[in-house]
Each structure stands twice: as C-alpha cells, then as structure tokens.
C-alpha cells in the first residue's frame, strides 16, 4: 500500500542483512522505521508492539528466526531462539505457526545452509502472507458487491480494532475487500471502532484508510450497537488472531459485543480469516484460547498529539487505581455470518472448516 504514493510493505529485509519495520507505536502522528538487527530487536518489536497484528507478528518472528541463525545456527540455538520468540505474545496462533514452519524447515538442514535458508523461508512466508490478503480482499469484495446491488447505496462497514495492511505485510485481511470494492468503485463508508485502550482504530485503521482515500468515520467502541439499530451498519467485517476447529473467533476485546449487536439487529458479521489463523488443535474457543492480558498502564493512560504539536502521555485514572487489561475476546462460531478466506467463504462452523480448509 501507498504512504504519501511511495509504496511500502510493513516488513522488508535491508540491503545490509538488517530487517526494517514500521514502528507502528508512533503512529499516526509519526512515521518512522526501525531496524532489527538480531532476534532480541525482533522479540521486542512483537512485544512492544512496533509491530501488531496477527500475520505481521508471524512474519516478524519468522525474520527473527533468519536474524539469529546468521549467528548460531545449532539444533540447540533454533530451539532457543523458537522458545523465547513463542512467549512474546500468545494470543495469535500465527506466532507459532510461523515459528513451527520456520523450525521444521531448518531443522533437517545442515547448519552450514541455515542462515540463508532461514532467510529465503522468511521471504516466502511474507510473499504468501500478501497473496493471501488479495484472495481475502477478492472474496470479500463480492460480499459487498452484493450489498451495494440489493441496497443501491453506499455500503456501510463497521470493523474493530486494526485489520488492515499495517497488520499483515500489505493489504490486510478484514481491510482487504474494503480496499478492493473502494478500488471497484463501489461506494462505501467505514465505521472505525477506535478499539480501547491502545486505539489501533482512532490510531492505525483511521490512518491507513485516510492514506488511501477511503471515506471512514471514527466512533469509540460502544457506538457500535446504536448504529446499528438506527440500519446504519450494513456489514461488520474484523480480523482474527486465532480461529478454533469449530470457527469460535478470538480477536481484540470487544469484538464479542460487536458480534452480539450484529446478532440482535441481523447485520452480517464477516471475519477474515486466513488460513494460517486456523487452530486446528483447538475446539473451544471460550474455554481453550489463551487470553494475553497486558500492562494496566494501558488502560490507565492515554498518549495523543497535544496542541502544542507534541506527542504526550496523560494519565486517566485517579492516582492508584488498578485496571485490568484483557487484550482479546472470543466470539461463538453461532454468531459468526461466515469466514472470508483465501480459499473463498467459509460457514463458521465444525463441518464447513473441515470439508473446505483441511488439505
Ligand atoms: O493487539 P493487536 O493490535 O496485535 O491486535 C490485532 C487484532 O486483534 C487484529 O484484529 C488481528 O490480529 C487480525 S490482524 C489481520
């Protein structure tokens, strides 16, 4: 996708042996990129957040791998690498589907082939991650072709959270079929939830779409159920961090409450789902998902753009006062319309996954 009509992905290898990123903890109001130069840079910009979103944080640690076999390449040094890269965060299973695809590829290999292997692995994982962004956006444009056909007007959507290119290598998956019908020339609107409290809404979705022109309009969180009784929504769409055998979703909290208002007013409720979001180890996604819950400063405080023209952080709550942090949520399959993949729609369910997903 285009910044300022220079195109950029959010991951690339430099002509140094170095990997850059885009710090997406400056934006919206500054863009800068960092380098990772070993596998520490690139636990910490998964951690920290300098990179977020499902399939980036899977594409970063895929690079960390790479990072660090250009050192220590032993069976013993991958393990290591492998196991402190898995801990960084534990929500989105393609951490450690990348980190599994990337050990079982190497681990045959000589020691000797690993470091450029690991590199040209990394690689192929990015690629893949874009091709599959444009499957999602091609199959969800139909969804909102369908939409404006029967409506006649400008299409609605709401999304939650950041679901856009800055969270995979380009494209994005639940911004995918926005991007593609915006590009068809159908007209539509986004409703950006600003997705408390680290705002990947207000902060990363507003601003990519602003970048590429697309019509969106900024709500906090709660907003999104009176829309919706007011026929203002006519489809959510949000990404996924981790999709169970039988299509329970987890994504960034709230989502659950956008799920059930959509529900309760029959707006349809898409997730984009690509394929390496699929655990098929699990089934329960209430039950068996594990929730990262994250610093109470989060929620505590808050850091924007002062009129001064500095970037500050301020602090909401009284002195003292404890917050808790719980990063993501699950949504029952029952609520879900369907998953849009790169394999085409799929019905959120146990029979549907099986029959359309399983190789
Ligand atoms: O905490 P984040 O910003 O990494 O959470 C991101 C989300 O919840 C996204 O919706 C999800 O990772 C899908 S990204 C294509």
Redesign the pocket.
């Known amino acids: 996708m285009k910044i300022n009509g220079t195109a950029f992905r959010t991951i690339w290898p430099a002509s140094d042996g170095a990997v850059e990123i885009i710090d997406q903890t400056r934006l919206p109001h500054e863009f800068t990129t960092v380098r990772l130069e070993n596998m520490r840079d690139a636990e910490f910009a998964i951690r920290e957040?300098q990179v977020?979103?499902?399939?980036l944080i899977g594409v970063t640690a895929a690079y960390g791998i790479a990072l660090s076999m250009r050192h220590h390449a032993t069976d013993a040094a991958l393990q290591a690498t492998c196991n402190m890269l898995r801990k960084s965060r534990p929500t989105?299973v393609n951490l450690s589907w990348a980190i599994e695809r990337m050990r079982t590829f190497l681990l045959p290999l000589q020691v000797s082939e690993r470091a450029q292997s690991a590199w040209q692995e990394a690689a192929r994982i990015a690629d893949e991650d874009v091709e599959i962004n444009k499957a999602i956006g091609r199959h969800g444009l139909e969804l909102i072709r369908d939409i404006h056909l029967r409506t006649k007007t400008t299409v609605n959507i709401l999304t939650h959270?950041?679901?856009g290119w800055l969270?995979?290598v380009d494209w994005?998956?639940?911004l995918a079929p926005v991007y593609a019908a915006f590009e068809a020339g159908i007209p539509l609107q986004v409703w950006v939830d600003e997705t408390r409290p680290?705002n990947?809404g207000a902060s990363l979705t507003a601003w990519e779409l602003a970048q590429h022109g697309v019509p969106h309009i900024v709500i906090v969180d709660n907003a999104g159920g009176h829309l919706m009784q007011h026929g203002l929504v006519d489809m959510v769409i949000?990404?996924?961090?981790r999709v169970t055998a039988n299509g329970d979703v987890c994504?960034?909290i709230g989502t659950y409450l956008k799920a059930l208002a959509a529900f309760d007013n029959g707006v349809p409720f898409y997730v984009a789902m690509p394929t390496p979001t699929l655990d098929w180890t699990l089934q329960d996604g209430v039950a068996e998902i594990p929730i990262e819950q994250r610093s109470q400063e989060e929620v505590t405080h808050l850091s924007g753009l002062c009129d001064d023209g500095q970037v500050r952080r301020v602090q909401l709550t009284p002195a003292g006062t404890f917050a808790a942090n719980y990063?993501f949520d699950v949504t029952p399959a029952r609520l879900v319309t369907a998953l849009v993949t790169e394999r085409g729609v799929v019905a959120a369910n146990a029979g549907a996954i099986l029959a359309q997903l399983k190789l």
């Open positions: 957040m977020r979103g499902a399939p989105a959270c950041n679901a969270a995979t994005g998956t639940a680290r990947q949000v990404g996924t961090d994504n960034k990063a």
